[in-house]
């Protein structure tokens, strides 16, 4: 499955509101569902059709995603605070 930021809506937690506020026709899961998961749901919309794919990716998948779509995504606070981490290792090194 290949998804283009262009194509993408929204990337948020999936119990956000903003998330719930998506009228989707497919849901695709790709999450381990264990008890501690922080899943996110990508939103996607291509050929008038609106698809909610939920994912778990990683600290560098979602800085990736703030230079590629930065108005367009939330994070859970412990990953902002890891993303802020990352970041400072980079610029130290």
């Keep these: 499955l290949r ?3 262009e194509n ?3 990337l948020g937690p999936v ?3 903003k998330v719930k506020s998506y009228n989707v026709d497919t849901v695709l899961n790709y999450y381990s569902r264990s ?3 922080k899943p996110y749901a990508f939103i996607v919309r291509k050929n008038d ?3 909610k794919l939920i994912i778990e990716p ?3 998948f979602l800085r990736s995603l703030k230079y590629k779509m930065p108005r367009r ?3 859970y606070t412990e990953d902002k605070i890891e993303i ?3 970041e400072n290792s980079i610029i130290s090194e």
């Design 3 to 5: 998804i283009e930021t």
């Design 8 to 10: 993408a809506e929204y």
């Design 15 to 17: 119990d956000c509101d």
């Design 35 to 37: 008890d501690d998961a």
């Design 49 to 51: 059709k609106t698809m």
């Design 58 to 60: 990683n600290a560098k």
């Design 73 to 75: 995504y939330e994070l």
């Design 84 to 86: 802020e981490n990352l």
